[in-house]
């Protein structure tokens, strides 16, 4: 089958040996790892873990674990490398380095994780973190601005660039899949994955990974510029840019450069890490072989411990080590101090700054001491408290507009989030200002409100129509009709 697959070198004398490039040691030590670190969530339903280790450089696979336990009763004879599943967020990371490689975003642009033009998608913590650099929300995970840049880079082209990784051979359209595409929708195998990982991990280049010593060797082809995947990597080895969703010295967080993104598809049902170092690359997968739900079991418990426990052991780190050092920095940028919260060149009025990778030719200017925030950013700004200059009124008619969701939006359930958490937010727009607004879903009142705060609604199945209307006045909201699926 692997000379068949070009994986070997075909021969016209039968020899039954294939002199594979696993590294026995490691392949044993990979094995016991899996096994000690799923222990503890077997109780969570978690069942089976698959590892593959691949080298850096020559991209021979070193260890590759189907299954903990090939006797498990827990389909245990499986090969969960070669299993597709749904791959959670695991895919974010090429979506933006598309749109780095198209010109569609800078690293110092701003991206709004905001339920304005989420198109019914929510985070899986239920909240909005409003506007983040593409480091930040690519390092958190956010899937609003995943989806918007989804929307802004085309499905059907990423459907093909994700193609041309080799992670599916799905013949269907894209839009199949929707928008849904950046947070699981697209099945793939750890296999899979790990090998388009790799093109992160070597500036850019695609090429097979390598089973076995008289593999015929392939160059490879470039599918990324060196630029757009070392500002990937960048984004993803930065554990101060993947703050507040993720905590720092956890799993996530290494003694040493590691580059990591995690994944949890719906309804906790797979759980997935792909990390890589200097040395090495490595993909975990857990799961069930029932494909069945398991309680709380994302990439970031489990597959984070059992990659991170494997990377120290390769590195032969051990607790309280600290080395130095950072990935290769993109060519021909330097590092600028960027506030996070405009993407202009930080001074001493900017609460959070983060360190960039920015072209001498692209330089933000510098943060003034007065910001007017863009129109999609203004709510937030009030809920966060900055002071924002409300225009003159001259009126008493009053506009109100329902901002979130999007009229005809179809809404999804955010598939690494607890059913009972899936909430609609439900935003006004209204000018001049008024002190009360009333909320009504099909008909029927359901909450009165500050037209400032947003109102989170328990999200039912079914087409729903959501108006907003002034107390105890005429004025009315145009009505906005959404499905929830």
Not at 7 to 25: H, W
Not at 168 to 193: D, Q, R
Not at 363 to 368: G, L, V, Y
Request: hydrophobic share 40%.
């Amino acid at each position: 089958r692997l000379a068949r697959e070009g994986r070997i070198a075909p021969s016209t004398q039968y020899d039954p040996r294939v002199r594979a490039t696993l590294d026995l040691g490691l392949q044993a030590q990979a094995t016991k790892i899996a096994r000690k670190y799923l222990g503890p969530w077997r109780d969570a339903g978690a069942q089976q873990a698959a590892v593959i280790v691949v080298e850096r450089g020559s991209r021979e696979i070193l260890a590759r674990v189907g299954s903990t336990d090939y006797s498990d009763r827990h389909a245990g004879a499986f090969d969960f490398t070669r299993v597709q599943r749904s791959p959670g967020s695991t895919l974010k990371p090429f979506l933006f380095a598309l749109a780095l490689e198209r010109g569609a975003i800078r690293p110092t642009d701003i991206m709004a994780d905001l339920p304005e033009g989420a198109s019914g998608v929510n985070n899986a913590d239920g909240m909005f973190l409003g506007p983040l650099l593409p480091r930040q929300a690519l390092a958190n995970s956010r899937n609003v601005p995943a989806t918007n840049l989804l929307k802004q880079t085309g499905l059907e082209t990423n459907f093909r660039f994700l193609h041309d990784l080799g992670l599916h051979n799905v013949e269907a359209p894209a839009e199949n899949f929707g928008l849904s595409m950046a947070i699981g929708s697209l099945p793939t195998t750890l296999e899979h994955l790990v090998r388009a990982y790799s093109a992160l991990a070597e500036d850019g280049r695609l090429a097979d990974l390598v089973y076995a010593k008289d593999q015929p060797q392939r160059d490879g082809r470039r599918v990324l510029s060196t630029d757009s995947a070392r500002l990937v990597t960048s984004f993803l080895s930065d554990p101060v840019a993947r703050l507040p969703s993720f905590s720092r010295y956890g799993a996530t967080e290494y003694n040493y450069p590691v580059a990591l993104k995690t994944g949890t598809s719906q309804g906790y049902r797979d759980a997935w890490i792909v990390t890589f170092s200097e040395k090495v690359i490595v993909g975990v997968w857990v799961g069930r072989g029932d494909a069945g739900p398991m309680k709380g079991v994302g990439g970031a418990t489990a597959p984070a411990r059992i990659a991170h426990a494997l990377l120290d052991a390769i590195h032969r780190v051990k607790p309280g080590d600290i080395t130095a050092g950072r990935f290769p920095p993109p060519p021909g940028r330097v590092a600028v101090d960027i506030c996070a919260t405009s993407g202009k060149v930080s001074t001493g009025a900017c609460g959070q700054t983060l360190t960039e990778w920015v072209r001498p030719d692209e330089m933000p200017t510098k943060a003034e001491a007065v910001e007017t925030p863009a129109p999609i950013l203004r709510g937030w700004a009030r809920e966060e408290g900055y002071r924002i200059a409300e225009p003159a009124v001259t009126t008493d008619n009053v506009r109100l507009i329902v901002s979130t969701p999007e009229n005809n939006s179809r809404i999804w359930s955010n598939p690494e989030q607890p059913a009972s958490l899936n909430r609609l937010t439900l935003k006004a727009r209204v000018e001049p200002r008024v002190e009360q607004i009333v909320w009504y879903v099909d008909g029927e009142p359901f909450a009165i409100t500050d037209p400032d705060k947003p109102v989170y609604w328990p999200m039912r199945p079914g087409a729903h129509r959501i108006q907003a209307r002034l107390p105890l006045r005429t004025g009315a909201s145009k009505a906005v009709h959404v499905t929830i699926e």
